[in-house]
């Protein structure tokens, strides 16, 4: 008996609340040297939020163009397959 009452104590034992954690502050490099996201100004954050937009889109642009590049490869495989073969040129 001495168990149950023991398990239900501690079951409505409130358990502490850990004290609030401070976020680390967030850092950004920029050009080697590091910067508290929260000091730059509202205009450099501005510009490093369209410079992170551009570098996305030139990630997505450099994979549009390997993925162009290997249907040009596959295309021209396919024409030189579908050459006649030089035998079957007729002489000229």
Do not use: C, E, H, W
């Not at 609030?20 to 509202?42: C, E, F, M, R, W």
């Not at 249907?71 to 073969?85: E, I, K, Q, S």
């Amino acid at each position: 008996m001495a168990d149950k009452k023991t398990k239900k104590d501690a079951a409505q034992t409130p358990t502490p609340t850990p004290p609030p954690t401070t976020a680390p502050k967030q850092k950004v490099n920029i050009d080697g040297t590091k910067y508290d996201l929260d000091s730059l100004s509202d205009g450099a954050k501005n510009q490093l939020v369209n410079l992170q937009l551009v570098d996305k889109k030139i990630t997505a642009l450099q994979q549009d163009l390997a993925i162009m590049q290997t249907a040009r490869n596959a295309y021209a495989n396919a024409l030189v397959g579908d050459l006649p073969f030089k035998s079957d040129k007729l002489p000229t």
